[in-house]
């Protein structure tokens, strides 16, 4: 969610957004030499709307299918706390309360000076090798619970998939308590393994495809398993964060100095000289994963409001869908039109608020909308109507 440059580095100079998977840069352009003796490099047309029509095809990917996976994964939180079913904690979604959106621009403005404090203390390098050994575990997670869906479909049924059970406990007898309790099967040490070896490949070589690989399995997991309680509660993130961005891009150098020395796979890049280079291309155009994830989970309650209401249209989904590619295309012009890297939010956040609201007050269901809260009654219900249906069906 910062203003980022976008220079002609090498694969593993290249500038990185800051903060977390949540929280970081937006589009950028732009070109820097890599020494004084080096002339900038010119994107030609064609390279420079393929990137970005590569960025935005990108970002939508992880908004759409992380939307409809968040309607499976509340369905799914019912189910287990019901004992309908077995699920690992780390399927569950984790809900956004009105506290928390109020105090997440204060505790992301902390995380960035902090940041912006250790880069000029401490040693670059070092500190983003303690990153690049998070990052590629965590990744290795993410891109794996990603996988996961697919694998289920394109495993073979004649071979085995056998159960297996992760479990730590503390202490024994009466006073025994579980500390972790995984459970996972073949398919999902398949997908592990695959993980893995991107892994490998982007911690060895920073190449931008697997950037992007880690970059969408952390913003479809964003999407997916945060959630928001209620519209108000996706206004009241969406507002703070305006304002943050806004302040730290515009405002200071900190969001740009964290930016240029961060090195993470928590952007997606694509080359502008790809044409020219082919995948060696350096020149990257940029999206932080912030302007993803921000916009994706308040898309993905709409969504979700969308099925409360029980009349199989997706209206409000699909306007906002439509309404973050209206204000991403709008940051992309700005920025080129201005020759300045722009906060993505600073044009998503007013769309993708105002073009459900003048929906809603079209159709009347305004007040509606921000009554709507999630709970679990009312996913319980609809989990009990579908598989009544199905019954019917059998």
Not at 100 to 115: K, N, Q, W, Y
Request: charged letters at 15%.
């Amino acid at each position: 969610m910062a203003d980022v440059d976008q220079g002609s580095a090498l694969p593993g100079e290249t500038s990185s957004p800051a903060l977390d998977s949540l929280n970081n840069d937006t589009v950028s352009n732009g070109t820097d030499s890599v020494n004084a003796t080096v002339a900038k490099f010119v994107s030609t047309p064609e390279g420079t709307a393929l990137a970005y029509g590569s960025l935005v095809f990108m970002a939508l990917l992880p908004i759409f299918f992380g939307a409809l996976r968040s309607v499976s994964c509340s369905k799914s939180k019912v189910a287990a706390e019901n004992d309908y079913e077995s699920r690992n904690s780390s399927d569950m979604p984790e809900t956004i309360t009105s506290r928390d959106a109020a105090r997440f621009p204060i505790i992301a403005s902390c995380t960035l000076f902090g940041l912006y404090l250790f880069f000029k203390i401490f040693s670059q390098e070092y500190i983003n090798l303690l990153l690049s050994m998070y990052f590629f575990v965590l990744g290795i997670l993410a891109l794996s619970h990603t996988m996961s869906p697919l694998m289920n479909k394109v495993f073979p049924a004649s071979l085995p998939n056998k159960q297996y059970q992760l479990l730590f406990t503390q202490d024994s007898g009466d006073n025994k308590e579980e500390i972790v309790n995984y459970e996972f099967d073949t398919k999902d040490l398949v997908c592990l393994c695959i993980s893995s070896v991107v892994g490998v490949w982007y911690i060895l070589k920073k190449h931008w495809i697997a950037n992007n690989l880690f970059g969408l399995a952390f913003a479809l997991n964003g999407v997916e398993l945060l959630h928001l309680n209620n519209v108000s509660t996706g206004c009241i993130l969406l507002g703070g964060l305006f304002v943050y961005d806004v302040f730290w891009v515009f405002g200071t150098n900190v969001m740009v100095t964290v930016a240029k020395s961060f090195e993470a796979p928590i952007k997606l890049v694509f080359p502008q000289d790809l044409l020219e280079k082919g995948l060696e291309a350096s020149n990257f155009a940029m999206l932080g994963l912030g302007d993803i994830v921000i916009p994706g989970i308040f898309i993905a309650l709409l969504l979700r409001f969308d099925v409360s209401l029980k009349k199989n249209t997706r209206t409000y989904f699909y306007t906002s869908f439509l309404a973050y590619i209206f204000g991403l295309g709008l940051t992309i012009f700005v920025m080129h039109t201005f020759k300045h890297a722009q906060p993505a939010l600073l044009y998503l956040v007013p769309a993708c608020i105002g073009f459900p609201v003048v929906v809603a007050l079209f159709k009347g269901e305004l007040t509606e909308m921000f009554r709507y809260e999630e709970s679990s009654s009312e996913v319980e219900a609809t989990s009990k109507e579908e598989t009544e249906s199905e019954k019917k069906e059998k």
